[in-house]
């Protein structure tokens, strides 16, 4: 087990040198920077970007608050209450972190937006590792991939290259949903993870649309405005799941559960179906 653990590692720190050899540097665009929506309210510069960050800090705090709350989440591994805890501390900063980019936007300030990003995102990933995997490999995980996180976010700053940042964020844009549909989870309720990606990805498509929603609804609210919101429901998400969860006692995958509700459902149309074309013999008076 550990030979293919370290197999896998070796693996993965080979595939990232190629890339980097392999692709060109991904300087910052400046042009980011350039928000459509741009008005100021009560003195605050950029002020629906500002305030829209406001739930993030919301639900960390208080997931934060809840982890600890008299064992309310019923975390079964100690791993989980420590990787559970860094996602909160991550979710909560993006929350003063991004609030304090947009008062002033430009790379200098940007970091104080990454930083916390990407401590929510690599605890989401040990947090899988412990769940799905293994328990210890997750929770060694966890301090590593925070600081593959933070050392991303240094590289950018330093070098002017976000191909490691990219790496940070989209990768479990893509391993985590795929994880909590082909792997047996531990609680009930995985669903919770899938929409949460939804929501996600949903936020990303709003912030590459950032000027053109904002023509869109006449100039009442921007793109990047409604990523802040969208990307939100993340986190609340994964709250309500961590709320609603029980230990799973028939550790089945999502894909599995589908396949058997997908089964039943044919199942069910090819009975309706027999029955609908099912005829039964009547015997026919012949002495009229």
Same mark, same amino acid.
């Given at each position: 087990m550990r030979?293919?653990?370290?197999?896998?590692?070796?693996?993965?720190?080979?595939?990232?040198?190629?890339?980097?050899?392999?692709?060109?540097?991904?300087?910052?665009?400046?042009?980011?920077h350039d928000f459509a929506d741009q008005r100021e309210f009560f003195g605050i510069p950029n002020t629906l970007n500002v305030v829209s960050n406001f %739930?993030? *800090?919301?639900? @960390?705090? !208080?997931?934060?608050?809840?982890?600890?709350?008299?064992?309310y989440f019923k975390f079964c591994l100690q791993g989980e209450l420590w990787g559970w805890t860094c996602f909160y501390i991550g979710v909560a900063a993006v929350g003063i972190g991004s609030s304090y980019y947009h008062l002033d936007p430009n790379d200098?300030?940007?970091?104080?937006?990454?930083?916390?990003m990407t401590i929510a995102f690599t605890s989401i990933m040990a947090i899988f590792i412990i769940e799905r995997i293994d328990e210890r490999k997750g929770t060694v995980s966890?301090? %590593?991939? *925070?600081?593959? @996180?933070? !050392?991303?976010i240094l590289y950018w700053r330093f070098?002017?290259?976000?191909?490691?940042?990219?790496?940070?964020?989209?990768?479990?844009?893509?391993?985590?949903?795929?994880?909590?549909?082909?792997?047996?989870?531990?609680?009930?309720?995985?669903?919770?993870?899938?929409?949460?990606?939804?929501?996600?990805l949903l936020a990303k498509v709003e912030e590459a649309m950032d000027k053109v929603i904002y023509e869109w609804t006449h100039h009442i609210v921007s793109g990047h405005t409604l990523k802040h919101l969208c990307a939100a429901m993340v986190p609340v998400f994964l709250t309500l799941m961590l709320a609603k969860r029980t230990v799973e006692t028939e550790r089945i995958s999502l894909l599995q559960t589908w396949k058997v509700s997908w089964t039943k459902v044919k199942e069910n149309g090819s009975t309706v179906e027999r029955s609908t074309y099912t005829y039964t013999s009547v015997e026919v008076d012949e002495s009229h």
């Open positions: 030979k293919r653990t370290a197999y896998a590692w070796g693996v993965a720190i080979v595939a990232f040198i190629v890339l980097m050899i392999v692709t060109p540097a991904i300087p910052q665009n400046q042009e980011y %739930p993030f *800090l919301v639900i @960390g705090i !208080i997931g934060l608050v809840l982890c600890f709350y008299k064992n200098a300030t940007l970091v104080w937006d990454r930083l916390p966890i301090i %590593p991939l *925070l600081l593959a @996180g933070v !050392i991303s070098f002017d290259d976000l191909r490691p940042y990219a790496v940070i964020q989209f990768v479990p844009c893509i391993v985590i949903p795929l994880m909590a549909i082909l792997l047996p989870p531990m609680y009930t309720h995985s669903t919770y993870w899938l929409w949460a990606a939804g929501f996600y």
